[in-house]
């Protein structure tokens, strides 16, 4: 009695069959291991690999987010969650006319395929290299403008503060702001239900910014 292969073409004995599943786990025995050591050794990513987003600032630490939820509605996910407002002289976050007031992404939804920033008009949203996103509850998983919002530069003011003066939003998106104006202080955030002497108390007047060139 003889029985067939699972390829179907040579015939095996009972003997030999289980000695042919054997003979798969001897080979690998001798093969190179590929064992991660993960998380004492984390790999490096590709540079273009997709994981958590970031939303970016200008060099004056503006947002450059408008609110304008184009990321939100190429989103296959429906991960995205974005509510614009208007900037006002007293209290500014964006160059333009309007801000992302609440910006958040739920990473039990998202599935990082980046087509999101593909569709940002300003490169406010992008992809950083961290893929450590995993959590056992779903209400951490929901990232807010505050945890996706990248930090800042030496040259940088928090938001909201005004723009560099003489300049409009044109000039942002032209490049020709590279840092925010000597005299730039924050604002007080009113939205926020900030106190004038909070902010006074908190914040303060910065730091003289150096280096700052608008024009040319
Ligand atoms: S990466 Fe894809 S799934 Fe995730 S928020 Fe962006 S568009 Fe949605
Ligand atoms: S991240 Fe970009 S696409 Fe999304 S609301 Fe802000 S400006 Fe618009």
Known sequence: MSTESSRGDTPRTPFQNPVAGFGVTFKAMFKKRLTEQYPEQPKTTAPR???RHQLNRHPDGLEKCIGCELCAWACPADAIYVEG??????????PGERYGRVYQINYARC???????EACPTRALTMTNEFELADSSRENLIYT?????AGLD????????????????QD???GLVHGAAPDTVRQVAVSKGEEPQEAATDFGPT???SGKVVGA
């Open 49 to 51: 690999f997709h994981g």
């Open 85 to 94: 407002a208007d900037n006002t002289d007293e209290e500014r976050y964006s």
């Open 111 to 117: 599935i990082l395929c980046g087509l999101c920033i």
């Open 145 to 149: 403008k505050e945890q996706l919002l």
């Open 154 to 169: 030496d040259d940088m003011v928090d938001t909201p503060h005004a723009m560099y003066p003489g300049t409009d939003e």
């Open 172 to 174: 942002y998106y032209r």
């Open 207 to 209: 730091e003289p910014a």
